[in-house]
């Protein structure tokens, strides 16, 4: 890819206006499209933060859960839905992390030959595996199979295949940038090779590994997919991860959703019209983009003070 | 551990636009880390070096026993790791095979073919060729839409903003990726789909005599809404892997474009956009994947149409894609005949995005057996 010819016009023309006319329209479209792409981004924040904020701030968003509160009716929190959505992400964590650190270890420190070709392509084709497939999967075996019943915790498992492959890159890249140097002086002292990399390498790249698992806990955060078909949304408050629908901040704003537009309603003799559920959705939709944001702050934090770096 | 490597200090000299991510650890010079991967795959660098050492580690100190033993757990466990992942896959295709193939078997039509899905009674009739057409094309107009603009930001990055700038701006364009995909899903057609229909108005008024454009009487719900949000999500994945190829344009191939004469927009049509190409094609291809596969916005977004059977070409008609069928319908799995067709439906999405993505990273790694 080395080689450059030299085009007709360049040579021909030095300096020519027609050259310099092109160069300004193509730095006008590249400056452009950056301009374009921030568009969304700041209308879809602006508008869930204008609209969510209402609610949010209402007195018992955090402290209540929507037992027995209709689209007819005002209020109600999403304590429920925070609880459902920590839960399940924690148990998805717990699971993934321990799971990923390994495979990333085998790739970097272990890993050649046939398995090593074929997990790393694994790795490739679970980033891109849809959660659709990934909740289908774990309903074929858990539920179909096993004739298991639908629970928060199969979503934990469903999650669990989203959150691997981006643990494992980061980790991967990050213990790749730990000096060869490190391990030779660790070798060289007689110090066996487990414990160099439990006892040198991981610590090196400790922070780069947090902040992968960071993201990894925000991409899964709002995945909705595996909740429609794994547990069913439930307005009560409901901790237990192994039995019953539970509720979660990406299933609340899909309940509400069900809901938008605006209802008619008495109140003191006079109809009036009113949005509650819309309130409500754009409340959940703030306080998951609240949680997500936050999370990618921390990895980004936790990043900055990586003691080895790209 | 207080270690401070000091030799990442002059790789990372050496290293000059500064990257934001941890993603592109692949041009350092001389040493191993030379052989890291290219463009965010996950190939593990061919590491010579490594085992020689470990020889002589057990056998000093008199402590040959635990420290074998400790090293074949680590060892064990890491490789068990990676074979479990193999397994995962493996058992993914295999379990949604098996629920498939009796719904399959039962279907009284061509699954592949038919344009019908009737379920629920004791004659599952259904085909998957509606839901094929319409995530193809609602995917097809996201790159349409996308792959521009992620070269032209990717380009803007690597090419054009101060370090100082690239950054930040880096950072922002990874933000659209972290925002939960239903979110984009209530905001495009509550807030985004009143505001394009205009533009769909205007062209199916003047264009409307084209397929693509024929008006279907779909207010908001359509594969032109779908795919402009598809776009926004894809975005991300594109320019980020646009980014590190055109940032990894041989600073010799840039200079001498220079030396030509060349204008800014000349250097990058001679030396950058060439070499970057491949690395831009499993971009837009891994971009493809994600769109393919993507559920809730795309369920929350497009309408259903009552006569699905009828086959349009338009990208103002509503519809359904696999992913948005299966959602659609997941609280209503009941026997295991019924679900086994949407199973069949998933297992159809897995193989599309399965090929797509294997496809990318087969783009990828022949380039990098060139570079």
């Known amino acids: ?310 | 551990m207080d270690r401070t490597p000091s030799d990442t200090g002059t790789a990372r000299l050496a290293d000059p636009p500064e990257r934001s991510r941890p993603a592109a650890a692949g041009s350092q010079p001389a040493d191993r880390h030379a052989h890291a991967p290219v463009i965010g795959s996950s190939q593990p660098a061919a590491i010579p070096s490594d085992d020689e050492p470990v020889f002589g580690a057990g056998t000093l100190g008199g402590r040959v026993g635990p420290a074998r033993f400790a090293d074949r757990v680590l060892a064990g466990l890491s490789s068990g790791a990676g074979a479990f992942l193999v397994l995962l896959i493996g058992l993914v295709t295999v379990f949604l095979v098996i629920r498939a193939l009796p719904a399959i078997t039962a279907d009284k039509s061509n699954f592949l073919t038919a344009r019908t899905w009737d379920v629920g009674g004791d004659t599952p009739d259904f085909g998957v060729l509606p839901l094929l057409w319409v995530t193809v094309l609602i995917s097809l107009v996201a790159m349409v839409l996308a792959v521009p603009v992620a070269i032209g930001i990717a380009l803007f990055i690597s090419q054009y903003a101060p370090a100082r700038v690239a950054r930040p701006v880096a950072y922002v364009i990874d933000l659209l990726a972290a925002i939960p995909s239903i979110i984009y899903g209530v905001w495009g057609i509550a807030v985004l789909a009143p505001k394009i229909q205009p533009v769909a108005d205007w062209l199916s008024r003047h264009a409307g005599w084209i397929p693509l454009f024929k008006d279907y009487n779909v207010k908001g719900g359509t594969i032109f809404t779908g795919g402009v949000v598809l776009a926004v999500m894809i975005l991300p994945i594109i320019t980020a892997i646009g980014r590190d190829v055109f940032e990894r344009t041989p600073r010799a191939n840039i200079e001498a474009a220079w030396a030509l004469g060349a204008t800014h927009w000349e250097v990058i049509r001679l030396a950058v956009l060439p070499y970057g190409r491949p690395g831009l094609v499993s971009g837009a291809m891994l971009g493809l994947g994600r769109a393919l596969g993507e559920t809730i916005a795309i369920t929350l977004i497009l309408s259903k149409v009552s006569n699905a059977g009828a086959f349009s070409f338009s990208i103002f008609n509503g519809g359904e894609t696999f992913a948005s069928k299966i959602a659609n319908n997941a609280a209503e799995f009941n026997s295991p005949a019924q679900t086994g067709a949407y199973i069949a439906a998933g297992l159809v999405l897995f193989v599309l995005t399965f090929a797509v993505n294997a496809a990318a990273r087969w783009v990828v790694n022949r380039r990098k057996e060139f570079a």
């Open chain 1, 1 to 310: 890819m080395t080689s450059l010819t030299i085009p007709g016009p360049l040579a021909a023309a030095p300096g020519s206006g027609w050259r310099k006319a092109k160069d300004r329209i193509a730095t006008t479209v590249i400056y452009g499209s950056f301009l374009l792409a921030l568009v969304p981004l700041v209308w879809l924040l602006w508008t869930v933060l204008s609209r969510g904020l209402h609610a949010i701030t209402s007195d018992g968003w955090f402290t209540g859960s929507q037992r027995g509160i209709t689209y007819r009716d005002g209020g109600g929190g999403a304590l429920h839905a925070i609880v459902g959505t920590v839960e399940q992400v924690a148990l998805c964590t717990v699971i993934s992390v321990p799971i990923a650190l390994l495979v990333a270890i085998y790739l970097v420190e272990y890993g050649r030959g046939p398995l090593a070709r074929a997990t790393t392509f694994m790795v490739d084709i679970l980033t891109g595996i849809p959660s659709i497939v990934a909740a289908l999967f774990i309903y074929a075996v858990f539920v179909t199979s096993f004739s298991g019943q639908r629970a928060g915790w199969l979503v934990s498992l469903a999650l669990v295949m989203l959150m691997i492959p981006v643990v494992v890159r980061t980790t991967e890249e990050m213990l790749r940038l730990v000096p060869n140097e490190l391990r030779e002086a660790s070798y060289a002292l007689g110090v066996p090779k487990w414990k160099t990399i439990v006892k040198i390498v991981l610590p090196t790249a400790m922070s780069g590994i947090m902040t992968g698992i960071v993201l990894g806990v925000a991409r899964v955060a709002g995945e909705t997919a595996p909740l429609l078909v794994l547990v069913g949304y439930s307005p009560n408050d409901n901790s237990n991860l192994f039995s019953g629908p539970q509720g979660s901040l990406p299933g609340m704003i899909k309940d509400q959703f069900g809901n938008l537009g605006s209802t008619t309603i008495l109140r003191g003799g006079h109809k009036v019209s009113v949005h509650y559920a819309a309130d409500r959705m754009w409340g959940a939709a703030l306080t998951l983009i609240l949680l997500v944001m936050a999370l990618n702050l921390l990895a980004r934090l936790i990043a900055s003070r990586s003691k080895v770096s790209s």
